[in-house]
């Protein structure tokens, strides 16, 4: 990831929906959710969600398939994991023991 996907992924996170709909996505894992349910969950209407949904696929934040009629949203962990690489790249200046602290508080607990 460039520093420019940085930008764009940080860009669409810094909205209180879309970074909502971003961790709800995560906590859904492989199994994702419909459009309809993200809405529905967080309370927004249909025509604001497609706008947030739109800006964090173009982000690589999140990716979807077809689902019969409807459409579901993942979580695109690829795209996670690429911002999370760019930021923790040059961690610590060299000392990595330093950074498993940082990645010891990231990893899932459930």
Partial sequence: MDINDA??????LSQKTRLDVFRLL???????MSAGDVGEVLGVRQNTMSTNLSILLQAGLIRNER???????FA????????????????CGGH???????METVVCRK
Avoid: H
């Avoid at 995560?26 to 994702?32: L, Q, T, V």
């Avoid at 695109?76 to 961690?91: I, S, V």
């Avoid at 990595?96 to 940082?102: G, R």
């Fill in 26 to 32: 995560i906590n859904a894992g492989p199994e994702g």
């Fill in 7 to 12: 930008l764009g992924a940080f860009g669409a």
């Fill in 76 to 91: 695109d962990l690829d795209g996670t994991k690429d911002l999370l690489t760019f930021l923790m790249a040059d961690c």
């Fill in 96 to 102: 990595p023991e330093l950074c498993a602290q940082v």
């Fill in 67 to 73: 689902d019969g009629r409807s459409i579901r949203y």
